[in-house]
């Protein structure tokens, strides 16, 4: 029996792989990549690697075996059917007979068109049979801390999210509930709601870099269709750009506070805070 984590050498992914080898042998982990050459590190602490990619079904054949515990990633690629991809991991788990599947998918309470790939994903495996988890992560602190760079060029925070709030937390908290799932019980066929303990909104955020850069970063609230001709002019695709837009639209309407405290339970500890977070970043 492994432990097959999917997509292990992005973010989320990764963080998930180094938490499970601090609680099972290695020989157990099998990580999912595209590119066995950006995983190197992972294969030189024991980690079994299958070359595989969610575009190209057949390379799923004979990857999972009966009994195996699955961490599907949902995949990034906004543009190339992500239904689609996800569900050729699932058809190959079920061929396969695996113990349970985890997905990372997001909040019930998102609205946002970047959740329709989700709740579809979430249709195709609670009817496939296979015993699920739906890891429903909230936002990541990540998201705004690894963007850090214009706003300390301008002094400025700019989103289209009104006085919305965020329960964000960091990718290695829920990297901590997948991987409670993944080696603990009685998680099958349940739906968890994660996200931060805490909520913030985007003028806190900005006092909160004003307060450890000692510069004044103010917040300014704009239009969705403002922020998306910012995101544009910066290089991001329409499509995608509109999608963010879309999020922050979510974000003023209170679709991204989760507040069911999931993601502590699960992980045993408090989520880590969002100056904690940024104190990282600002470490570089």
């Known amino acids: 029996m492994s432990i097959v984590v999917t997509g292990a050498t992005g973010h989320l992914g990764r963080h998930v792989v180094q938490q499970l080898l601090e609680k099972v042998p290695a020989d157990r982990i099998t990580a999912v990549v595209r590119d066995r050459g950006r ?16 575009n190209a079904p057949e ?34 788990a079920k061929k396969a007979g695996v113990a349970l599947l985890a997905y990372t998918s997001a909040p019930s309470s998102l609205t946002a068109a970047l959740a329709d790939d989700h709740r579809a ?8 049979g296979v015993p699920y988890v739906l890891l429903r992560n909230g936002w990541y602190h990540e998201n705004y801390t690894e963007q850090l760079a ?40 349940k739906a968890y709601e994660l996200g931060g303990d805490e909520a913030w909104s985007f003028a806190e955020y900005a ?47 209170g679709e991204l506070v989760v507040s069911t405290g999931d993601l502590s339970r699960l992980t ?8 904690e977070a940024v104190a990282a970043a600002l470490k570089g």
């Open 59 to 92: 390379t799923f054949d004979g990857l999972f075996a009966a009994g195996d515990r699955v961490l599907l990633v949902s995949g990034n690629e906004f543009d190339k059917g992500r239904v689609g991809q996800h569900t050729v991991v699932i058809d190959a």
């Open 207 to 253: 006092a909160e870099l004003s307060r450890q850069t000692g510069r004044e970063i103010t917040y300014t609230p704009v239009s969705t269709e403002a922020y998306t001709g910012i995101l544009t002019g910066a290089g991001v695709p329409a499509p995608l750009a509109e999608v963010f837009a879309g999020v922050d639209a979510a974000i003023e309407k």
């Open 268 to 275: 045993g500890r408090p989520t880590t805070p969002l100056a």
């Open 39 to 54: 995983a190197a590190d992972l294969a030189a602490r024991g980690v079994r690697l299958a070359v595989a990619d969610y």
């Open 150 to 189: 214009p706003v300390l060029e301008h002094g400025a925070v700019v989103q289209a999210a009104g006085e919305g709030r965020v329960s964000s937390a960091s990718r290695a908290d829920y990297a901590a509930a997948a991987v409670a799932v993944l080696t603990g019980e009685g998680h099958e066929n």
């Open 121 to 128: 994903t979430e249709e195709v495996l609670v009817g496939s």
